[in-house]
């Protein structure tokens, strides 16, 4: 049976980390925190756990205890402000077949992700990576990884394909080097996603990099 909750805050999320300032005022934020309440409730009926748009900033340690009895199959974490992925999310729901963090303020991910070995899609794009996360290539399980719209210059192309079951990618709107763009182009088993190459976009970003070394 599901709780109805009012305009209060649910005591199980309370304090939790919902971006609260880009909120008018208390009864909008505790229906932000209700939703996701709502949202963890549906997750136990279907196992998949749908926290997009829910203006995180982190995972709320109270979802973890609202889903504790259930085998979370698929996680959607995209359009919220979250900046980091902590370990806990890899212990707490590790069989995960599904991980989107798409369109958040992410440049890392934990190590212990490769922990997670029915991982088969992860979702990164439209976040603030410069470089790929080193425990991307141990993601053995994975089959659909989607890079898109971040700042990756380079990319380990050759070890990337060393991955198994790894059937298509996503690296479009990225300022990719040449050397990048060029082995990507002669992949054969994997199906890959690209923008049209752009030197202007690599120069442009290694301008960057310089005067934030300066």
């Given at each position: ?80 402000v ?37 991982l ?86 290694m ?8």
């Open positions: 049976m599901r709780t109805e909750f009012g305009g209060g805050i649910p005591p199980v999320l309370g304090g939790s980390p919902v971006a609260v300032p880009a909120i008018p005022n208390l009864r909008m934020a505790g229906r932000a925190v209700a939703k996701v309440v709502h949202r963890c409730q549906d997750a136990n009926e279907n196992q998949n756990l749908d926290l997009s748009e829910c203006q995180l900033m982190q995972m709320p340690d109270g979802v973890y205890h609202l889903m504790r009895n259930t085998v979370v199959l698929t996680c959607n974490l995209s359009y919220n979250i900046q980091k992925i902590p370990a806990k999310f890899t212990i707490k729901f590790s069989n995960i077949t599904e991980l989107n963090l798409s369109n958040n303020q992410l440049n890392s991910l934990p190590e212990e992700l490769e922990d997670l070995r029915e088969q899609r992860l979702d990164i794009s439209s976040n603030h990576y410069h470089a790929l996360p080193k425990v991307v290539f141990r993601l053995r399980p994975l089959k659909i990884f989607n890079a898109a719209k971040n700042y990756i210059a380079e990319v380990d192309v050759e070890r990337l394909t060393t991955l198994p079951d790894l059937q298509e990618v996503n690296f479009e709107n990225n300022p990719l080097c040449k050397s990048s763009y060029d082995q990507f182009q002669h992949l054969g088993r994997i199906r890959v996603h690209l923008s049209a190459f752009q030197p202007e976009d690599f120069e442009d970003l301008d960057l990099d310089e005067e934030g070394q300066a």
